[in-house]
């Protein structure tokens, strides 16, 4: 309902696009998903706003991995991590690096897989919200000791993801995160202030 009066080419524009994205594909409405999300993209090339377009290239990476476009879902990925590394948006730029990981361990390639989630674990900090990230990073780590022979290493990977897990199973719901979620971002704010 509010689409049609949000200004052309505007942030507010471009997140109300991803966001219908989002819910159609929550909704299993793939299509309908996709459609937005090529919207969200057209309107954040117009405002040149590059933060959005990385995003954006970064939820566009899963519908064609799905499509089996593999080039295409890295060169997505890559962008992504460039420009939010660019723009100093760690949280997506580690989240890409993440799916680059899961993605090159998919094709076992353990080296690529390798790089990917040591990059992905550096944009990591030591707060509640990014267990899960963690958690997956973890089991990333574990399936490339496994592809390598390295018993041992798998071993010890996969007995701190278990441990990570079930903390995580344990304190989180879905309202948990989301309030954890606000809470980082707020004092990402904050700290964006004060510098300021």
Sequence with gaps: MVLPFAEKASRERIDLLNSLSIYSKKLAKDEQALYYLKESLKEAETAKDSVWIGIIYGNLSEYSWQEGKVAETFDYLNKNIELSLRYNELLDAMRANLKLAQYNLALADWKSASKYVIEALALMEDKPYFLTYKVDAL????????????????????????QLKAQLDEQVNNEEIRKISWKFEVEKYEQALKSN
Excluded: M, S, T, V
């Excluded at 089991?139 to 278990?162: H, Q, S, T, V, W």
């Design 139 to 162: 089991k990333c780590l574990a399936d490339i000791a496994y592809l390598k022979g390295d018993l041992k290493e798998e071993l010890k990977n996969l007995k701190e993801y278990l």
